[in-house]
């Protein structure tokens, strides 16, 4: 099911000199399950951030061709990651091997990951949880040619990381 948007227009509340706030508030609060929140603004509301973060949500931001902002923000445990290298109807086995790295500091669970790796065949399937996003991760995957796909699980407290190892082309 692909997540659906609701749309918030704070740029006439702020013109007629208001604060958007509240109407922020309510329109998050008023979120079902699987609803993010598309914000209309007309500059990149930073503060916003980290009280959305806190709630669970990752926002990305758009600058429009007006010079207005559009900020999605997407529950985190919704939100689903893949490599450039994913394509539209990929068959991914099951992993072959699974791993939880969830309680070990950085850089360690990168360490066994790409460890690990080197010593599967092309095409199986590796997954891990992991303690968080492994940002740094990611483009050492790509590089090796590995194809990856990741999220939050629904408390929003660990990563959930698919890896299928391929080959550097």
Known sequence: MAL???ELDV???L???GAPFPA???AVESLAPGQGLTLLAPFSPQPLFKVMEEKGY???VSELASGDFEVKFTPRATEVLVSENVEDGDEWPEAAR???FSELDPPQPMVRILSELETMAPGEVLFAVLGREPVFLFRELTERGH???GSYDSDGEAFR???KTGTVA
Request: cysteine-free; overall charge neutral.
């Open 147 to 149: 194809k990856w796909a």
């Open 15 to 17: 013109a007629d000199g």
């Open 4 to 6: 659906e948007f609701i």
């Open 98 to 100: 699974s791993f939880d």
């Open 58 to 60: 990752v926002h990305r």
């Open 11 to 13: 740029r006439p509340i």
């Open 24 to 26: 922020i508030m309510t």
């Open 161 to 163: 990381l698919m890896i």
